[in-house]
């Protein structure tokens, strides 16, 4: 066992050395990066304190027996232990956390290094026009994936429904991102269609959260099937492009339509996508609808 004081540094090394006469005949040393507590920061009020207690342990730990064989090794080993335990109580003295090397490595990774192969998350803008107004995560693994939509500035009493927009080859958009509503009617490669996320009348505040999970292969909330018959629902999550729409449906209205607004694209509206209101007129009457927010995860 050794240890090495820098009075002006305050830093303390500590290493330590297992007894090289193991029963078995072999030796070892904990002398790896991994298993030693190199250059701990001492507070300026503890360092004559620290100081003591290490010369201390040092010097019970040198006093050995004439013994021989097992007495010698177990009173070594006691001694080390002494020292690591008065190390660690003068540790949490000082109001300092100690971490092992392996935990230390692990705070340095970046979040989203630490996922698994399997999974990827996204965080994006939520744009009404040209203003930000909010946030969207998606996280993607093999069997489908799940989201959150954030924002604000809604009009209260009226329903708004989120709708997943799922371009499966965006390699085949005519531009990127797939922005173009062509890119999901009139691109048979690219694979395009739209799915229910979540719908909300919206309250006095005016602040909307949504969330929910699409699974691979799912067509049962399909808006395009609404629209021309054709679903595709989301074929290859960790690599298709994934929008996400908000729509409002108007005024909520009770009774058997408020469940039309809630559960489909056209519910509660008069015609299909060609009556849609245009911004920057906003629906304010039954009947009227608008797809009026976005975010975008390539």
């Known amino acids: 066992m050794s240890a090495r004081l820098k009075g002006d540094r305050r830093t303390v090394e500590i290493r330590l050395v297992p007894d090289r006469s193991a029963r078995n005949g072999c030796s070892s040393r904990l002398d790896s990066p991994l298993t030693q507590v190199n250059a701990l920061p001492v507070p300026a009020e503890g360092t004559r304190a620290l100081r ?16 021989r064989g097992g007495a ?22 000082l109001g300092m956390l100690t971490l092992t090397a392996a935990a230390v490595l692990a705070l340095q990774v970046p979040g989203e290094a630490r996922l698994s192969s399997s999974e990827r998350i996204t965080t994006s803008p939520v744009y009404w026009g040209d203003a930000v107004v909010g946030t969207s995560t998606l996280v993607r693994t093999p069997k489908g994936i799940s989201f959150t939509y954030h924002t604000s500035g809604l009009v209260p009493g009226q329903v708004v429904t989120l709708w997943i927009v799922v371009f499966n080859h965006p390699e085949a958009c005519n531009q990127h991102p797939c922005v173009d509503e062509e890119n999901i009617f009139f691109n048979p490669p690219v694979q395009g269609d739209f799915l229910l996320g979540a719908g909300h009348v919206i309250g006095g505040s005016g602040i909307g959260n949504f969330g929910g999970h699409l699974r691979v292969g799912d067509t049962s909330q399909s808006g ?35 469940k039309a607004q809630l559960s489909s694209f056209l519910g509660g509206c008069v015609g299909g996508p060609e009556n849609f209101v245009v911004e920057p007129d906003f629906p304010d009457e039954v009947g009227e609808c608008i797809t009026f927010q976005s975010s975008i995860h390539q």
């Open 72 to 93: 010698t090794r177990h009173k070594e080993n006691y001694a080390m232990k002494t020292v690591i335990r008065r190390y660690s109580l003068l540790l949490k003295m």
């Open 224 to 258: 395009r099937a609404e629209v021309d018959g054709i679903s595709f629902g989301l074929l290859d999550p960790m690599n298709a492009e994934i929008h996400m729409a908000l729509h409002s449906h108007g005024p909520a209205v009770p009774g058997r339509t408020l």
């Open 52 to 67: 003591g207690q290490l010369h201390s342990g040092l010097e019970s730990e040198s006093v050995r027996t004439p013994e």
